[in-house]
């Protein structure tokens, strides 16, 4: 078996009422495979390049992916379903997400830009502070709103969908963990999450009865008329399965790019110097300049995957860098230590873009670096939002600084690692 972090020790992290990703991190340091006991069977933690890309993109079959969290808010959508439904869903989706599929969508993800821009320009002008994070939250749903339903998104339904944010921050951390609260304060966590998930259930309605009705919006019709299309010869799309699929694409699709966007602000604020070498590196709308912007987004995503953790689940014995994994045992991936392993990130604490633009400096396994997962689960998603926080930041990056009056301290490991409260600044213009 592999190696196991000593009872002890387990003891005194939970004396310390310290994040499961502490405990983790302790994990990890017995090497590439550990394991811990969190309830009466060990927990097997790979952070190791190849044993992840063991665990993930060889053997799927041999660990299936663990959905019970997301499964609350996201029903059966693509995210959480498992074998032959989820690959039939995955076929039907995969093409909208192709580089020809999204280059659909490249108006919206502009326009929702603009509007991003349009907003820090009259910050600017005024002085009004700002939620660095609130509008960087906004320009991701405007972009996967207006994508799926062909509409920007207007502030009712923005004020709905803050259910989403509510409903994931509560979501347990890990499939076995009871989910946020203490328990007499459960009943009113569940009550609460209930009237979330019923605002949220009442937008997708609304969303999908519209485009029923054959309203495409002002931006012509998105993903979602796209799917009820699809559907149509599909008996398996009830109208269960179809509000499944929005609701994870809404959720999926804006949560992670909030979270990275919101983390790059914060590590630029910490590295000022990055900004000037990213706007150093060409002309705008040179291809220099959009790489050296994309290895901002990677290295935010290296110190930050906002899907911190992957559950999986041994379905069969394995065998796994020379140590047995029985049937039963719970997997997890950890993008964040993974990422963080000197063996692979030499000074990995260190915020540095080159790692992703000078050759030779970024590990050559492909188990090192997995912010979007590796394998037949990887995300759907990936060009769509390396895409949409490219277009965005060649935006905002050159035009404006905020100047935070403040900024979390700490980061929260919850289902996505978040920065731990608010970010207000006043937006200074660069130029
Ligand atoms: C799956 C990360 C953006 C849709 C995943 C997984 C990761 C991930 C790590 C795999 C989870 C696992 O293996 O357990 C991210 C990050 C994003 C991002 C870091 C942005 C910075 C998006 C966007 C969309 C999206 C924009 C949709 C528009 C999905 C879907 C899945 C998924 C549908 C499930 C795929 C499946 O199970 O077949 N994402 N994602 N993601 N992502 Fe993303």
Redesign the pocket.
Known sequence: PPPELDASVVEQWRASGGQLVELLGLVSALGGVGAVRLGPRPTVLVTGAQAVQHV?ARHPDRYV???HRARMLVGD?????SGEP?RR??RL?QAQ?TGTGIRRYEQRIAEAARRTSAHWAECARTGRETDVGEDLRFF?LD??WR?LTGHPLDAATHRELAAIEAVVAALPTTPTAPAAGVPAAQAAVESALAADLARIDAVAGHAIAAARRGDAGPDGPG?LHVLLDLATSRPEYTDRLIRDELV??LV??????A???AWLYLLLDRHPRWTDWAMAAGAEGSPARRDAVQAL?SET?RLY???WL???HAVEDDVLDGFRIEAGTDVF?S?YLTHRDPGSWPDPDRFDPERFTVPGRRPGQLGAY?????????????Q???R??TVVLEQLLPAFTPAFRSTPSAAVFGFIVRPDGPTPAVIRARR
Do not use: D, Y
Request: aromatic fraction near 6%; include cysteine.
């Open positions: 993930l992916k663990r959905s959508g693509v995210l959480s379903a989820w869903q995955r989706l997400f991701a972009t996967i994508s993903l994870t694409l999926a699709g804006h949560e992670t790019t979270k990275t966007l987004v995503l995957p906002p899907a992957l559950p999986r991936v993008p997995l912010p979007f997962g590796l394998g037949a689960r990887a995300c759907l998603g990936l769509f939002a390396v949409e926080m």
